[in-house]
């Protein structure tokens, strides 16, 4: 079975999206970056033009290109991803413009509320179609502090791989 590499796009030190990141890693043949870890700036043209790409922006690009098959997962703030993460995926389409391209992709967001995120994965799902990422699907979880057992998400998710 081909490795899937999963990242989170919370910086939030308590963010149950990372926490389910963190999960997911924990099954056979799954990898996870931990973006909060990344020395990545905010995305500016202006620093892009006095100091080029970052460094860490090229090292991401080549680790996402070790693997074809990707989960990212999203908190929701206000409907969309975190400024956080779409920076961090604007440095990625300076470097590349479809860094994603031939790449399998699901987006997931882990949420308290009910509705598990749909707006997000929908702005995710239509933001992320033009890296030409092969997009499987999205998968929400939402009321996530009600539901203490995540194995059977953890299983759906990996299914849509198949």
Same mark, same amino acid.
């Given at each position: 079975?081909?490795?899937?590499?999963? *990242?989170?796009? @919370?910086?939030?030190? +308590?963010?149950?999206?990372?926490? $389910?990141? =963190?999960?997911?890693?924990?099954?056979?043949?799954?990898?996870?970056?931990?973006?909060?870890?990344?020395?990545?700036?905010?995305?500016?043209?202006?620093?892009?033009?006095?100091?080029?790409?970052?460094?860490?922006?090229?090292?991401?690009?080549?680790k996402l290109h070790d693997y074809n098959?990707? *989960?990212?997962? @999203?908190?929701?703030? +206000?409907?969309?991803?975190?400024? $956080?993460? =779409?920076?961090?995926?604007?440095?990625?389409?300076?470097?590349?413009r479809f860094y994603l391209e031939n790449?399998?992709?699901?987006?997931?967001?882990?949420?308290?509320?009910?509705?598990a995120g749909a707006s997000v994965r929908?702005?995710?799902?239509?933001?992320?179609?033009?890296?030409?990422?092969? *997009?499987?699907?999205?998968?929400?979880?939402?009321?996530?502090?009600?539901?203490?057992?995540?194995?059977?998400?953890?299983?759906?998710?990996?299914?849509?791989?198949?």
């Amino acid at each position: 079975m081909e490795k899937i590499l999963v *990242i989170g796009g @919370s910086n939030s030190i +308590n963010s149950i999206n990372q926490w $389910f990141a =963190k999960e997911l890693a924990k099954q056979e043949n799954v990898d996870y970056i931990d973006t909060r870890e990344l020395n990545i700036p905010y995305y500016n043209r202006d620093i892009e033009e006095t100091s080029g790409i970052a460094q860490e922006v090229i090292n991401l690009y080549n680790k996402l290109h070790d693997y074809n098959k990707l *989960i990212i997962i @999203s908190p929701e703030y +206000n409907g969309y991803a975190s400024s $956080f993460f =779409k920076s961090i995926t604007d440095w990625l389409s300076r470097y590349e413009r479809f860094y994603l391209e031939n790449i399998d992709l699901v987006i997931v967001s882990v949420t308290p509320g009910k509705a598990a995120g749909a707006s997000v994965r929908e702005s995710l799902t239509k933001m992320l179609s033009f890296t030409k990422a092969n *997009i499987l699907g999205d998968y929400g979880i939402g009321e996530f502090d009600q539901t203490k057992d995540h194995s059977d998400d953890i299983k759906n998710i990996l299914k849509m791989f198949k």
